[in-house]
């Protein structure tokens, strides 16, 4: 059993910050992947940004330059630094992670950037 607990969601004016992080308990593998993804209203859910294992990582390209992410291996959890947010970040953010046979997600957290 796996769970993931996401907290740092919250509203900021446009070109604030915020730092999401999600902590995972239970069976987790050494080797995974650990990422974010957003659902904004009316629209798919996308890739954020993920990181593997302990260094590689992807960028949707929107948020390049401009979203950081990073995990504690030690504490299983993984961050999402984010600057200089635009109103169109504005989505529920969720923790996703993907060990061999399984994926996991958060509740995730809301993040709203008002202009």
């Known amino acids: 059993q796996v769970q993931l607990v996401e907290s740092g969601g919250g509203l900021v004016q446009a070109g604030g910050s915020l730092r999401l992080s999600c902590a995972a308990s239970?069976?987790?593998?050494?080797?995974?992947?650990m990422g974010w993804y957003r659902q904004a209203p009316g629209k798919q859910r996308e890739l954020v940004a993920q990181?593997?294992?302990?260094?590689?990582?992807n960028y949707v390209d929107s948020v390049k330059g401009r979203f950081t992410i990073s995990r504690d291996n030690g504490k299983n959890t993984v961050y999402l630094q984010m600057n200089s947010l635009k109103p169109e970040d504005t989505a529920v953010y969720y923790c996703?992670?993907?060990?061999?046979?399984?994926?996991?997600w958060g509740q995730g957290t809301q993040v709203t950037v008002s202009s």
């Open positions: 996703n992670l993907q060990q061999p046979s399984r994926i996991y």
């Open positions: 239970g069976s987790i593998f050494r080797i995974n992947t």
């Open positions: 990181i593997i294992s302990t260094s590689t990582t």
